[in-house]
């Protein structure tokens, strides 16, 4: 007859236990829908779906500020690849006006100009 037995009534219930009480209630809650029709959800619809609106947002601002960055890294190397480009240009610049090399390219030119012996005057007013 261990029909009738007592049984045993634990007084405390270790947090652990009860978390996983509660969590296992809220799941089977979730999958029944009964925390879709549930009051306390439709007072607090508003609040919800600001939540999700502010959430929405902050994911739409993580992508539009990558994309920033993305772009300012391609202008950086662009301007890295234009900043090189125009020390080039200025070396070669520098290079053909050295009066040895203008001299050398108008006598390739065959042009019948000639280096003045003359050194240039100041005009004063």
Partial sequence: MGWFKKQKVKDFVSPLQEQKEVLGESMKDLLDGKLLVDTGLRRNIRFIMFLTLLGILYIANGYHTEKL????VAL???VSELRFEAITTAAELMKLSVQS????RIHEAGLDLVQTRVP??????
């Fill in 69 to 72: 960055y993305m772009e300012k």
């Fill in 76 to 78: 950086e190397k662009e």
């Fill in 101 to 104: 090399e203008v001299e050398r």
């Fill in 120 to 125: 240039p005057i100041k005009i004063e007013r």
